[in-house]
């Protein structure tokens, strides 16, 4: 069991270009979820996912946010025409089914010039 | 509106001295509650969790929480701080064990030699 992984670690683009990050889940974690971290401030959900379901989207996901999870296993979050209020850290985390612990990823930290 | 409130946005405290870091929620049911540390870097672990039952929970590294309902607060203690206790620290709560967490924005630990 490697932990969750995300992939990239950074990601600097120009405002208006288009983003995707990916998340993959601790095996046999059929919850995933995404949360937003701003400089000095706390993680803010924006969605999640019960296997290949999306549950639940916050309304701070604005429709430039879209998040996928086809087979139930990984996870993309994709940020259209970036702008630099996008710029934030970009967290994942998995549970497994009635266990009471979500499992954080390291980030991804996305920097809009 | 559900809301978690770290009034202490940065503490200072000498090793070896005792740590208490504030935390208060609003929420309309029965909250779950978390204790989260995050370490620069690192992702975001767990310390401790409380959902029903005893009202003073133990947790990882000699961590402690104790839930006072009627105050709405879920306040971290420990006994003992030690140099590599210096993190970020998050208290969230959630509706149920598994759904979406809400954080508070965090408590910065320094901690003096």
């Known amino acids: 069991d490697t932990g969750v992984s995300q992939d990239p670690r950074h990601k600097i683009t120009k405002r208006g270009q288009n983003v995707t990050f990916r998340c993959d889940p601790i095996?046999?974690?059929?919850?995933l979820y995404w949360y937003r971290q701003t400089l000095g401030q706390g993680p803010e959900f924006l969605t999640y996912f019960q296997n290949e379901a999306q549950l639940e989207k916050s309304r701070l996901l604005s429709d430039r946010f879209s998040a996928e999870r086809p087979k139930g296993s990984f996870s993309t979050l994709e940020i259209q025409r970036t702008e630099q209020g996008d710029s934030a850290m970009y967290l994942c985390?998995?549970?497994?089914?009635?266990?009471?612990?979500?499992?954080f990823g390291p980030g991804t930290r996305l920097t809009v010039l | 509106a559900q809301s978690v409130t770290q009034p202490d946005i940065h503490i200072t405290v000498s090793e070896g001295a005792s740590l208490e870091l504030r935390c208060n929620y609003s929420?309309?049911?029965?909250?779950?509650l978390f204790w989260y540390v995050q370490s620069p870097g690192q992702g975001l672990q767990l310390l401790l969790k409380?959902?029903?039952?005893?009202?003073l929970v133990q947790g990882i590294k000699g961590f402690e929480a104790e839930f006072k309902r009627s105050q709405s607060s879920f306040n971290l203690r420990k006994p003992s701080v030690h140099w590599s206790d210096a993190a970020e620290y998050f208290c969230a709560v959630g509706a149920s064990s598994a759904g979406k967490l809400i954080f508070g924005q965090g408590t910065t630990l320094q901690v003096k030699p």
């Open positions: 095996s046999e974690h059929n919850r």
């Open positions: 409380y959902f029903s039952g005893d009202t």
């Open positions: 985390a998995s549970s497994q089914p009635l266990v009471d612990e979500q499992f």
């Open positions: 929420y309309g049911a029965t909250p779950y």
